[in-house]
């Protein structure tokens, strides 16, 4: 079984920053994309960051310019620098992976339990 383990999440001004990390571990053959959701009450759970295996990164463009994402692959974790936080960045954060189990052939997308971050003053 593949658990992904998130960490980094909690109470932040406006204008700080956080830095998300997420380390897969388990019966790990490859790890393709990985990437961070978030959902916030009332709303649906929404895109923030993702990146492949080879280093390609797409961004939510609410968070373009202010997010960073970037991997470690020797280490199977994923992270998510977050700059000039604002309040309507407020959220459970969720880590995912397209993970490929050792005996297997195919990808499944395993999720994280989720991480809080509040931005407020």
């Known amino acids: 079984q593949v658990q992904l383990v998130e960490s980094g999440g909690g109470l932040v001004q406006p204008g700080g920053s956080l830095r998300l990390s997420c380390a897969a571990s388990g019966s790990i053959f490859s790890i393709y994309n990985m990437g961070w959701y978030r959902q916030a009450p009332g709303k649906q759970r929404e895109l923030v960051a993702s990146i492949t295996s080879g280093g390609s990164t797409n961004y939510a463009s609410s968070v373009k310019g202010r997010f960073t994402i970037s991997r470690d692959s020797a280490k199977n974790t994923v992270y998510l620098q977050m700059n000039s936080l604002k309040p309507e960045d407020t959220a459970v954060y969720y880590c995912?992976?397209?993970?490929?189990?050792?005996?297997?052939?195919?990808?499944?997308?395993?999720w994280g339990q989720g991480t809080l971050v509040t931005v407020s003053s």
């Open positions: 995912n992976a397209g993970v490929r189990t050792i005996g297997t052939t195919g990808y499944q997308a395993v």
